[in-house]
T-cell receptor
Framework: SQTIHQWPATLVQPVGSPLSLECTVE??????LYWYRQAAGRGLQLLFY??????ISSEVPQNLSASRPQDRQFILSSKKLLLSDSGFYLC???????????FGSGTRLTVV | SQQGEEDPQALSIQEGENATMNCSYK?????LQWYRQNSGRGLVHLIL?????REKHSGRLRVTLDTSKKSSSLLITASRAADTASYFC?????????????FGKGTKLSVIP
């Protein structure tokens, strides 16, 4: 069966520290992968998406970057976190085509 | 900017009542989807309706789509306390290039037992 793993569930990091959030997908090949951020009481903001290994598209200029070193692995990174990077980060995947997304359980990041 | 905008922002109903949430969007779409999010969790895909469809059912869910008005509604019949969650619409816009969804800000539904 197809599953998506996202970790950690919660993270508290000081300003200026690095960040690495990982997302892996099982049970499918060549998925589209996405990173979204959700601020409190807001909708989801698309940060990055990837249609294949090494192919990353950024939607919003920011302090974050993404990489896809393997077909089913998507990593969100930052070299130096800002207070404004706090939020709920969600990884998702979809099959090629125009179907629904499957989301991970999310990472609550608090930058202090 | 947000493509989909849900209305109302918050809705509180008694168990057993029906809940209706609306979504408006701005550009032409290939499909529109509804998702549910329990507090502090990821989103769960509920239903997808394509631009050439007008109504779709899934269990206690009924979704309508009016492309002339650029709007959609999600009806949950005979609501249960377990339906308490936030509900988001998401649109797949025509001409967006690669496949990506744009989400609204959501409707927070509270079902009171």
């Amino acid at each position: 069966s197809q599953t998506i793993h996202q970790w950690p569930a919660t993270l508290v990091q000081p300003v200026g520290s690095p960040l690495s959030l990982e997302c892996t997908v099982e049970g499918t090949s060549n998925p589209n992968l996405y990173w979204y951020r959700q601020a409190a009481g807001r909708g989801l903001q698309l940060l990055f998406y990837s249609v294949g290994i090494g192919q990353i598209s950024s939607e919003v200029p920011q302090n974050l970057s993404a990489s896809r070193p393997q077909d089913r692995q998507f990593i969100l990174s930052s070299k130096k976190l800002l207070l404004s990077d706090s939020g709920f980060y969600l990884c998702a995947w979809s099959v090629k085509g125009r179907g629904g997304y499957t989301f991970g359980s999310g990472t609550r990041l608090t930058v202090v | 900017s947000q493509q989909g905008e849900e209305d109302p922002q918050a809705l509180s109903i008694q168990e057993g009542e029906n809940a209706t949430m609306n979504c408006s969007y701005k550009t032409s779409i290939n499909n529109l989807q509804w998702y549910r999010q329990n507090s502090g969790r990821g989103l769960v895909h509920l239903i997808l309706i394509r631009s050439n469809e007008r109504e779709k059912h899934s269990g206690r869910l009924r979704v309508t789509l009016d492309t002339s008005k650029k709007s959609s509604s999600l009806l949950i019949t005979a609501s249960r306390a377990a339906d308490t969650a936030s509900y988001f619409c998401a649109t797949d816009a025509v001409g967006a290039g690669s496949y990506q969804l744009t989400f609204g800000k959501g409707t927070k539904l509270s079902v009171i037992p």
